[in-house]
């Protein structure tokens, strides 16, 4: 049973729109949540988090939304960059530190 | 500073070999994990550390140990290496607080293994 799902595999956006990439949950007991970026080749690169008592963060281009009630996050580009291209996790974080992570979407930012 | 390296990058075994898969990080953080990846499947904790000489099961131990006998460095070892471990593997530590969270982890470049 995934505790964490990416349910799009992957996303193309236009260089300069808003990217959005969708991440559900099941487990209650998650006190924070982190997205991470990946290139190939190259281990994830943590991005941004939120704590589960927070419903939106800030960093830059990049905002994280957290619905508690419908168990569901999402990341926002914006503006989407063609450097942006890569694959993104959502990870749970529970007891003890532990993350528990999605499947990944792969973003592809076009020209 | 060189963050968190991985020895070595790329290893091909024949099923039943043994190998031990080095995590080496020089940011004295307490906290070390051992991921693998597979394709669509995200990354899964293998073993981690809560610091030197201890470690703990995680989501996926089975095939696997580890050990932890300084602060810096994190072993994974394959004692009879099999076809369904090809994977790539993550080494990651963290800084963590106690009673706090949200503390992002630190990973290195990877490992990938294949088990013929």
């Known amino acids: 049973d995934q505790q964490v799902k990416q349910n799009s595999p992957s996303l193309s956006v236009q260089e300069g729109r808003i990217s959005i990439l969708n991440c559900d949950y099941t487990n209650s007991m998650f006190d924070y949540f982190l997205w991470y970026k990946k290139y190939p080749a190259e281990g994830p690169t943590f991005l941004i988090s939120?704590?589960?008592?927070?419903d939106k963060n800030e960093d830059g281009r990049f905002t994280v939304f957290l619905n508690k009630s419908a168990k569901h996050l999402s990341l926002h580009i914006v503006p989407s960059q063609p450097g942006d291209s890569a694959v993104y996790f959502c990870a749970g974080e529970g007891a003890g530190n532990m993350l528990t992570f999605g499947g990944g979407t792969r973003l592809m930012v076009k020209p | 500073n060189a963050g968190v390296t991985q020895t070595p990058k790329f290893r091909v075994l024949k099923t039943g070999q043994s190998m031990t898969l080095l995590c080496a990080q020089d940011m004295n953080h307490e906290y070390m994990y051992w991921y693998r990846q597979d394709p669509g499947m995200g990354l899964r904790l293998i073993h981690y550390s809560v610091g030197e000489g201890t470690t703990a099961k995680g989501e996926v131990p089975d095939g696997y140990n580890v050990s932890r006998l300084k602060k810096q460095n994190f072993l994974l070892g394959l004692e009879s290496a099999a076809p369904s471990q090809t994977s790539v593997y993550f080494c990651?530590?963290?800084?963590?607080?106690?009673?706090?969270?949200?503390?992002?982890?630190?990973f290195g470049p990877g490992t990938r293994l294949t088990v013929l």
């Open positions: 939120i704590s589960s008592i927070k």
């Open positions: 990651a530590s963290s800084l963590s607080v106690e009673g706090t969270g949200g503390y992002e982890q630190f």
